[in-house]
Nanobody, 125 residues
Framework: VQLQASGGGVVQAGESLRLTCVAS????????VGWFRQAPQKEREFVAA????????IYSNSVKGRFTISRDNAKNTVYLQMNSLKPEDTAVYYC???????????????????WGQGTLVTVSS
């Protein structure tokens, strides 16, 4: 699976952005997809994920209620709608995919096989 993330940019606090991750090489049906982020001088951290069936989603506490992950299997695309952005959301955002990951491991970056190149989100105060 090849993943291409896009949609990053510079916004002010309180504004919104939608990130897009387009997959190629295989269908996303039956594949879990997630978003991670890495802020400057910090470890990469989990943001959100949807299960292989697409029937379940999980979020980190820091983005719960503000971010929404969704998927369009027909377009082989996953989205991350980010609302009420804060300066601490500034990071490079990566999408990831895996066809065999179990739900309890979705937040563990070491369990994901495929990664996109990242897209930079900058939130100014």
């Amino acid at each position: 699976v090849q993943l291409q993330a896009s949609g990053g940019g510079v916004v002010q606090a309180g504004e919104s952005l939608r990130l897009t991750c387009v997959a190629s090489g295989r269908t996303l049906r039956g594949v879990a997809v997630g978003w991670f982020r890495q802020a400057p001088q910090k470890e990469r951290e989990f943001v959100a994920a949807t299960t292989r069936t697409g029937g379940g989603t999980i979020y980190s506490n820091s983005v719960k209620g503000r971010f929404t992950i969704s998927r369009d299997n027909a377009k082989n695309t996953v989205y991350l709608q980010m609302n009420s952005l804060k300066p601490e959301d500034t990071a490079v955002y990566y999408c990831a995919a895996d066809a065999s990951i179990i739900s309890s491991s979705l937040s563990n970056e070491n369990q994901w096989d495929y990664w996109g190149q990242g897209t930079l989100v900058t939130v100014s105060s």
